[in-house]
């Protein structure tokens, strides 16, 4: 059976910046674009960034652009989010999910809370 | 990059249908054959439910359905049973981004 498993989430400050992880197990991992959603207490999903399956490509949501990084390790099985310039408004959980546009498995989500 | 849009809320009782819609644009929906849809319990991790606008993954009850006209998409559940009762989003490529729908509560009455 496939997992996710998202960590590195917690409370950071406005402009503060926070990594978060995912390690994939039971997968393919290396023959899969990875993308990361994220969901705002009582909100909807948004997309926010997604890789190709060597790395060569990365894409993200206008707000995250300039202050997001996604990257991933397929020797490891990871996939990574690096985030700077912290808003309040990135508040949410944040899901590391299989595939590009199909999103077929969907780790338990890390909760990121901006707050000062 | 604008949200999906899709109605609040939709209900039925049990053993009826509901159809929910996803309304994007030529960009989006209408642009591509790549809409997915998912449901999410509270608490719980979203669910693949349908995939290229009308295809279901294994293990989905056939209960569940998509199509796509134009700009806008539809998911329709028939027979609806309590479990249905959940968010629903629908998503869409959007050429090298994605979108997701802004979500509807299905009621099961």
């Known amino acids: 059976e496939v997992h996710l498993v998202e960590s590195g989430g917690g409370l950071v400050q406005p402009g503060g910046s926070l990594s978060l992880y995912c390690v994939v197990s039971?997968?393919?991992?290396?023959?899969?674009?990875m993308t990361w959603v994220r969901q705002a207490p009582g909100k909807g999903l948004e997309w926010v960034a997604k890789i190709k399956e060597d790395g060569g490509e990365k894409y993200y949501v206008d707000s995250v652009k300039g202050r997001f990084t996604i990257s991933r390790d397929n020797a490891k099985n990871s996939l990574y989010l690096q985030m700077n310039s912290l808003r309040a408004e990135d508040t949410a959980v944040y899901y590391c999910?299989?595939?590009?546009?199909?999103?077929?498995?969907w780790g338990q989500g890390t909760l990121v809370t901006v707050s000062s | 990059q604008s949200a999906l849009t899709q109605p609040p809320s939709a209900s039925g009782s049990p053993g009826q249908s509901v159809a929910i819609s996803c309304t994007g644009t030529?960009?989006?929906?209408?642009?591509?054959?790549?809409v997915s849809w998912y449901q999410q319990h509270p608490g719980k991790a979203p669910k693949l439910m349908i995939y290229?606008?009308?295809k279901r993954p294994s293990g989905v009850p056939d209960r569940f359905s998509g199509s796509k006209s134009g700009n806008t998409a539809s998911l329709t559940v028939s027979g609806l049973q309590a479990e249905d009762e959940a968010d629903y989003y629908c998503s869409s490529y959007a050429g090298s981004k994605n979108v997701f729908g802004t979500g509807t509560k299905v009621t099961v009455l």
């Open positions: 039971d997968f393919t991992f290396r023959n899969y674009w």
């Open positions: 290229e606008v009308s």
């Open positions: 999910v299989t595939g590009g546009y199909n999103y077929v498995y």
């Open positions: 030529s960009s989006d929906v209408g642009g591509y054959n790549y």
